[in-house]
Every structure is written in C-alpha cells, then in structure tokens.
C-alpha cells in the first residue's frame, strides 16, 4: 500500500492559463507558496519527452522559471522528472480549493511582455515532446497518514496510481485504512503518505499516493519498515486489503521521480536553503569567483 508526501505547483495546459497565473498575484491562491500542510486541491501537467530530448527539453523548460523570475511572480512550482516508467515531467500546482483555480483562469492578461515570453515558450515546447496532458485531483486526508514533509528538502518522490473498479471505492478506503491500522502498531517513521482522488482528466476510481525522500537510499528504509508492517498485520487487516486486491483493484503501477531544480521555480528562501541544489550554475560561478587571485576579480 501507500507511503508519504503528496504536494506541489504546476505548468499550465495553455498561454493564457500560463498568462493568468502570473497576473492574479493579488490571489490567496497564487501566493501560498510551497505548502507546509496537505494541499487541499491538485493540478498535474505531465509532458511526455521523445526519446534523447530530455536533456533539451531541461534546458528549454528552464525558460519559464527564468520568465517568471524576471516578472517577479508570486507563482511557484516544481517539476518532478521520471527516473521509472515513461520519459515524463510532472508539473503540479497546489491551491486551496477548485474555487481557486477558477480564479486563475478568469485572471486578465495584463503584462504583455510577460504573456508574450511564455506564448513563446509554449509552442517552442512541443518541439521536445510527444504529447501532454492534464489531470486535477483532490485531496483524501482522512487515507493520508504521517507528518507533512519540508518539501524543499524533498529530493525523490515515489507516485502510486491506483485503478479501482466502479463500485469498490468504499472497499479501496477500507483496505488503506486497514493498513493504516497496521502501520501505526509499527515503529515506522519513515512510513508516511498523501492520498488523492482524481475528479478529472482520467478514468473515474484512479486514486494517486505521493511519498517523498531526501535521498535515493531512503527508499530502502520504506521498503523494510513496509515488510515490518506487513508481517506484522493483524488477520481482520490482511483478509480486508486481499480481498479489495482481489475483487476491486483494476490495476496500480509506481513509478519514482527526481525533482529537477532547473524545471522548477520556488520562492527565493527555498533556493537560499540549498544553493547547491537550487541554483546550481550560480553556486558554480560563485566558488569560481572565490577561488580567482584577488587581483583578478
């Protein structure tokens, strides 16, 4: 079953989406940065990457954070690069409620050079990609378990979808509620997970389980607390979750993503954190500087 995490910003599926997000910075929505609770609602914009084009495809979606940059926007997002599956980006936006994502979209373009710019990069964007697409999701609190993670420490992120049968939504919430029983009899800190329903862009019944590590190794740690939580289920828990995999799951699949700091825009104290990570050319050109002769500087 799930692990932890679940979060983040996003890339638009249209210029004047993209436009609107920008302009409405009087918007509660837009100015909440990145999260420090549960996020309430989802947007997820996945791009597809043809084959041998991701490294171009970085370097042209560096584009946008450098835009938004410039015009001094108040909209942040991360991009979370595919290290399993298909060569994909995952771009995710975080809001209060479908209320506030209405917002966005009615929001005027009102900063032409700005809207110019991401019309720009937005047709140059399809050069890099064999299709994209659009998914919103809202949050499952009460099937999410353990402590909200700092997200701008987060490095790797761990997506489950899970594909339940029409009629066995109740049977998904109580087989995760019965591992959840389990989980909280283990000591399991590393053990944490968000849960979300997708209301739109995919097949009614697909549930997401973001987890999220610092490091690639913390992957191991999950992977033996959840044997430790398995054998340690009680008989009631293991005859709830194998009759839901047996009777309701249509099908489920994870894959693991890299967050991918030169996609991603997040606010400047985040970068300042970790300039290392965050602004890796800058940190470069900033130890080069230091280690020049002074007469040379």
Do not use: C
Not at 220 to 225: G, I, L, R, V
């Amino acid at each position: 079953m799930p692990q932890e995490g679940g979060f983040l910003m996003r890339k638009t599926v249209s210029e004047a989406v993209l436009a609107s997000l920008l302009v409405a910075v009087a918007s509660s929505a837009l100015a909440q940065g990145i999260p420090t609770t549960q996020p309430t609602f989802l947007h997820i914009f996945r791009e597809q990457v043809k084959p041998g084009r991701s490294v171009d495809h970085a370097k042209w979606e560096a584009g946008w954070p450098a835009a938004f940059e410039k015009a001094n926007s108040k909209y942040n997002y991360v991009a979370l690069a595919s290290v399993t599956g298909p060569a994909e980006v995952w771009y995710v936006t975080t809001l209060a409620s479908q209320a506030a994502y209405g917002e966005m979209l009615a929001s005027e373009k009102t900063d032409a050079v700005l809207s110019a710019e991401l019309d720009r990069l937005h047709k140059g964007d399809g050069e890099f990609l064999n299709e994209g697409s659009a998914i919103q999701a809202v949050s499952k609190p009460a099937l999410s378990h353990g402590e909200f993670p700092d997200i701008g420490k987060m490095r790797f992120w761990e997506i489950t979808t899970y594909r339940v049968k029409p009629g066995y939504g109740e049977a998904f919430e109580g087989a995760v509620k019965a591992y959840m029983s389990a989980v909280k009899r283990a000591a399991a800190p590393s053990t944490r997970w968000r849960t979300y329903e997708v209301v739109a862009g995919a097949p009614g019944g697909t549930y997401l389980i973001f987890s999220s590590v610092a490091s690639f190794a913390d992957f191991d740690k999950e992977a033996a607390e959840g044997e430790a939580i398995w054998n340690g289920r009680s008989e009631e828990e293991g005859t709830v979750i194998k009759k839901f995999f047996t009777e309701g799951l249509m099908s489920s699949m994870t894959n693991r993503y890299r967050l991918d700091p030169v996609q991603s825009f997040v606010p400047k104290e985040v970068r300042a954190s970790d300039p290392a990570f965050w602004s890796p050319g800058q940190a470069m050109r900033t130890a080069q500087q230091k280690d020049k002769p002074a007469e040379k500087r």
